[in-house]
Nanobody, 129 residues
Framework: VQLQASGGGLVQAGGSLRLSCVVS????????MGWFRQAPGQEREFVAA????????HYSDSVKGRFTISRDNAKNTVHLQMNSLKPEDTAIYYC???????????????????????WGQGTLVTVSS
């Protein structure tokens, strides 16, 4: 399985970006997908996830209400729409594939890096103040 992330760039605070991640070599439609980010000197942290069916989405508290994750199974692609960006959103953003098929996270569960076994190369998002 290969994941190719794109869409990062430089944007002013308050602006928007849309990240995309194309998955090849696997059965995309049966796996939950997630986005994580890693700022310099910090650990990789969870941003958003979407269940295999697309019926459930999960967000970290820091992005809830500003970011939207979605998936297009016909194009083997997962998107992350990021609005009202803040300087603290600056990081490398990684897409990831869940390690098990047909995963539906419970409402209160916050996915972690150990739930995912395949990762994209990352795309840099820089938000200027």
């Amino acid at each position: 399985v290969q994941l190719q992330a794109s869409g990062g760039g430089l944007v002013q605070a308050g602006g928007s970006l849309r990240l995309s991640c194309v998955v090849s070599g696997g059965t995309f439609r049966t796996y939950a997908m997630g986005w994580f980010r890693q700022a310099p000197g910090q650990e990789r942290e969870f941003v958003a996830a979407i269940s295999w069916s697309g019926s459930r989405t999960h967000y970290s508290d820091s992005v809830k209400g500003r970011f939207t994750i979605s998936r297009d199974n016909a194009k083997n692609t997962v998107h992350l729409q990021m609005n009202s960006l803040k300087p603290e959103d600056t990081a490398i953003y990684y897409c990831a594939k869940d390690q098990a098929p047909y995963t539906e996270y419970s409402t209160k569960y916050s996915p972690s890096t150990t739930d995912f076994d395949s990762w994209g190369q990352g795309t840099l998002v820089t938000v200027s103040s």
